[in-house]
């Protein structure tokens, strides 16, 4: 599968594309501890904490990374699958945006957004009924109101410990 989302390419991930998200991820921590934004995804980074790196390479093995790039550079990969424990279960056919994350660089504006284009478009083809995604709720509201500008409604609010989380979806049936 790859499809064209303007001069995007997405395509689905390898097991070779597991360290390129590890990175971006540890650039994002890296990015929002210097804004004081450490509730999305705490101060370490993800390459350093094994249970991060073991859930990275379990969606890489799993076929479920999607990957934004343009000329051959990654912008920004996805993880989709089945939602994870802490939501409520789906009560009808779905697919979840199990992680999201892009370059923050000027050059990967709209590789987040073709991701999630990405994801409705797979769920169409499956038949299923819709797409959830979940994101860090703090800092202003932000990262929700970036999945509402998708086409995104807020369902279910989350915590997982201190994390304080919102659960979005987004119907593909209508």
Do not use: H, N
Not at 11 to 19: I, K, L, M
Not at 38 to 47: L, Y
Not at 146 to 167: C, H, K, L, M, N
């Amino acid at each position: 599968m790859t499809e064209i989302w303007g001069t995007l390419t997405v395509r689905r991930g390898t097991v070779r594309d597991a360290d390129t998200m590890l990175a971006l991820f540890d650039d994002a921590v890296r990015w929002l501890t210097e804004r004081g934004r450490t509730g999305q995804w705490g101060t370490a980074p993800f390459s350093a904490i094994p249970q991060r790196v073991q859930q990275v390479r379990g969606w890489a093995e799993a076929g479920a990374l999607r990957v934004a790039e343009r000329d051959g550079l990654t912008l920004a990969v996805s993880s989709v699958g089945p939602a994870p424990a802490y939501v409520s279960p789906a009560t009808e056919p779905e697919l979840y945006v199990m992680g999201l994350v892009g370059r923050r660089t000027p050059d990967a504006r709209g590789a987040g957004a073709a991701l999630l284009a990405d994801a409705r478009a797979e769920a169409v083809r499956l038949g299923l009924k819709k797409v959830r995604v979940d994101c860090w709720a703090g800092g202003g509201g932000a990262l929700v109101q970036y999945y509402v500008r998708a086409g995104f409604t807020p369902v279910e609010s989350v915590q997982v410990e201190a994390w304080q989380g919102q659960v979005l979806e987004l119907r593909v049936d209508q």
